[in-house]
């Protein structure tokens, strides 16, 4: 089964930049839709941004003008260039991949057949 490895998280001040990497590994991935979730403490996950295999990128409205998606076909690794971090960006940040997409009709989702990676921490202090 394919597995996902996030890593770029850590801890920055508000104002800053991170980049995230997600490398797949233990499969092909195919012609899947991929993108980032997150998750703050007290708060529901909630889709960040994602990116289809035709290219369509969307983006949540809490991150828009600020994250950038991306994707290296060549090595097959996803990005998240997250600028102008606040405050309210704090949480883990999830990579994750499923057949087609991940973001259809306005809606985010992952199912049963998609694949999660553990997470990596992203903390803005003030």
């Known amino acids: 089964a394919v597995e996902l490895q996030e890593s770029g998280g850590g801890s920055v001040q508000a104002g800053g930049s991170l980049r995230l990497s997600c490398v797949p590994s233990g499969g092909r991935i195919g012609p899947w839709g991929m993108g980032w979730f997150r998750q703050a403490p007290g708060k529901e996950r909630e889709g960040v941004a994602a990116i289809d295999p035709d290219g369509t990128i969307s983006y949540a409205d809490s991150v828009k003008g600020r994250f950038t998606i991306s994707k290296d076909h060549d090595k097959n690794i996803l990005y998240l260039q997250m600028n102008d971090l606040k405050l309210e960006d704090t949480a883990m940040y999830y990579c994750?991949?499923?057949?087609?997409?991940?973001?259809?009709?306005?809606?985010?989702?992952?199912?049963?057949?998609?694949?999660w990676g553990q997470g990596t921490l992203v903390t803005v202090s003030s």
């Open positions: 994750v991949a499923d057949r087609d997409s991940v973001h259809v009709a306005g809606m985010w989702y992952v199912s049963s057949a998609g694949a």
